[in-house]
């Protein structure tokens, strides 16, 4: 068994990537435990901006995982190049705990782009409502919540609620098929786990 200690940004991913990662691993790596404790949560700008909050926040990761788990970065790339920022992530924190391994994933542009990609999948739950014909792609709607907001029939989207819940409720082939960056996370996920098995 590994560990997996996720930083994220957001109220919503503290809840909901656990559940997502437990999904990914029964559908990627059946057969193998993941433990996904909740994640570290860090402001996004101080993070990054700041070098001794990015070094506390990785140290605190490096500490929770320990020798045998990884530390998985995931932020929103919002406007930036995730291709770009996250491999100056990635070296930054190669960095601070050189002897760790470390997986960095840019939501294009946020974590509900990944819903985007897989709305098929979530039409008629909690309110959401998706037209079977419409095409968007995921990653391009720079305000992935209001797209989102949009579709409730309560006209609010809630990310400390339906964020966890929607991330229990997508399809996941549907969100690989449709989200350049949901395949990074899987192509991440698929290289920890193999590694912590071969090292184990």
């Not at 930036?80 to 391994?101: F, K, N, S, W, Y």
Request: aromatic fraction near 8%; proline fraction near 5%; hydrophobic fraction near 40%.
């Amino acid at each position: 068994m590994s560990i997996v200690v996720a930083i994220v940004e957001g109220h919503g991913e503290v809840a909901a990537l656990p559940i997502l990662l437990r999904r990914l691993g029964e559908w990627q790596t059946p057969g193998t435990f993941v433990q996904a404790p909740p994640p570290i949560r860090v402001h996004r700008d101080r993070f990054l901006n700041r070098e001794d909050e990015f070094r506390r926040h990785l140290l605190l990761a490096a500490a929770k995982c320990g020798d045998s788990g990884w530390i998985l970065i995931l932020l929103d790339a919002d406007d930036d190049c995730p291709a770009e920022l996250g491999t100056t992530i990635l070296q930054r924190a190669r960095d601070c705990v050189p002897h760790h391994r470390i997986s960095v994933v840019l939501a294009n542009r946020e974590y509900e782009a990944w819903f985007i990609a897989a709305a098929k999948s979530l039409d008629g739950h909690r309110g959401f409502a998706c037209d079977p014909d419409t095409s968007v792609d995921a990653e391009t709607p720079r305000d992935a919540k209001g797209w989102m907001r949009e579709r409730m029939a309560s006209g609010s989207y809630r990310e400390t609620t339906d964020q966890p819940a929607f991330s229990a409720l997508i399809d996941l082939q549907q969100a690989f098929d449709g989200s350049r960056s949901f395949r990074k996370l899987c192509t991440e996920w698929l290289g920890q786990v193999q590694s912590g098995t071969e090292s184990a």
